[in-house]
């Protein structure tokens, strides 16, 4: 089996995008089994999903787990909805800034993660990793693309979410030092483990009880 593993291109006027260089760091490993397959995706509405689409009808894969950055989040925050709204703070890098529109009209106004978010934080909590449940993956690019994929994979045999990560260490001492965030290892390390759990799906980690991720724009 194929695995679709995503992350996005720099934005915000950023060198580097953690999401991508986790993404790219795990390309060819093979996790229970199964093979990964990264891609990179541009950060603009228009062309993230004409992408998406076409990784998704090139790997033809049985698992997909795309990748955000969320400067400011602590945690490995997997994502638990995709709100049918685009609202923008700043501007793609395509130079757009669309508000208070639908990802696609007349779809659904969310949809829900079909990976076994529950089991995937417990078990990162478990291996050490601080990791946790989020109730909004923003109103950007990264909203976007898990809408689209959700949609995209609707009634499907196909599980999908989003995870969104904090930013690197870098990116923290070029802009602010008090930004929280993550080594590249222990970012790799976790959506390796993370990818093996959503493979196995292991029901003992499933309790718990619901958190939530602070927002992010």
Excluded at 143 to 172: M, T, W
């Amino acid at each position: 089996m194929n695995i679709l593993l995503t992350g996005f291109e720099p934005f915000g006027g950023e060198a580097i995008n953690p999401s991508w260089e986790v993404a790219r760091a795990v390309q060819g490993h093979i996790i229970a089994g199964a093979l990964v397959q990264a891609r990179c995706l541009p950060t603009s509405f228009g062309a993230a999903p004409v992408a998406l689409a076409e990784a998704l009808a090139e790997v033809q894969p049985g698992l997909v787990i795309a990748l955000g950055q969320a400067s400011g989040r602590t945690e490995i925050s997997i994502e638990r909805v995709a709100v049918n709204l685009i609202d923008a703070r700043i501007a793609d890098n395509a130079g757009e800034r669309l508000q208070d529109v639908p990802v696609r009209a007349g779809a659904p106004a969310a949809y829900f993660s079909t990976l076994p978010i529950k089991a995937m934080r417990n078990g990162l909590r478990a291996a050490g990793h601080p990791a946790g449940l989020s109730l909004s993956a923003g109103a950007f690019v990264c909203n976007q693309v898990f809408f689209e994929l959700q949609h995209q994979l609707a009634g499907r045999d196909v599980k999908s979410g989003f995870i969104h990560i904090p930013a690197l260490p870098e990116q923290a001492a070029r802009s602010q030092p008090t930004l929280p965030s993550m080594s590249l290892a222990a970012q790799v390390e976790a959506i390796k483990l993370a990818i093996a759990i959503a493979l196995t799906g292991d029901e003992a980690l499933a309790s718990g009880e619901p958190d939530e991720g602070a927002p992010v724009a």
